[in-house]
């Protein structure tokens, strides 16, 4: 296993579960950035905590983001709001791994609402286990993403 940067991001829904990964990657040699929520409140919102991760990702080239709520979606299209985020939506291994093989998703969005633990940490060791596969292909469409990004 690699040693990655990963920063990390949740609301309220997604809070436990943070706390259950913060605790994993980092026994597993991660250098883990926690980006919050810092504790539990039913009322806060998922959007700031997921452009501040979505940034630090974008900041620091090589690193993954990962986003939790309840079921992933708004996590995911608030991270993707910051300029350089792919983040994608897993919601089985094989979703988790084709983010980074296909697409270079450099944060992975999860829906902690519709996994056990178990099944979230599988997500997350899928994603950061998988190589980009630098396919042409993919890499063509990469490109066309962020040329739209960049107004080109
Ligand atoms: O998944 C989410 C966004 O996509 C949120 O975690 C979810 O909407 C929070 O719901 P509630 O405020 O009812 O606990």
Redesign the pocket.
């Known amino acids: 296993m690699t040693a990655m940067r990963i920063h990390i991001a949740a609301?309220?829904?997604?809070f436990e579960l943070k706390t259950v990964l913060v605790e994993h990657l980092t026994a597993a040699g991660h250098d883990v950035v926690d980006h919050g929520a810092p504790g539990y409140d039913?009322?806060d919102d998922?959007p700031p905590v997921c452009f501040d991760a979505g940034r630090a990702v974008v900041a620091e080239p090589g690193s993954l983001g990962i986003v939790l709520?309840?079921?992933?979606?708004?996590?995911?299209?608030a991270a993707n709001k910051v300029p350089g985020v792919r983040a994608a939506l897993a919601w089985n291994t094989d979703t988790a791994t084709l983010a980074r093989a296909h697409n270079d998703a450099n944060v992975i969005a999860i829906?902690?609402?519709q996994h056990s633990v178990d099944e979230a940490i599988s997500l997350v060791e899928a994603f950061l286990a998988e190589p980009f596969s630098g396919d042409a292909r993919h890499q063509r469409r990469i490109d066309l993403i962020s040329a739209f990004e960049s107004g080109r």
Do not use: L, P, V
Request: charged fraction near 15%; hydrophobic fraction near 20%.
């Open positions: 609301d309220h829904a997604g039913a009322t998922y709520g309840g079921s992933g979606n708004g996590e995911q299209i829906g902690a609402r």
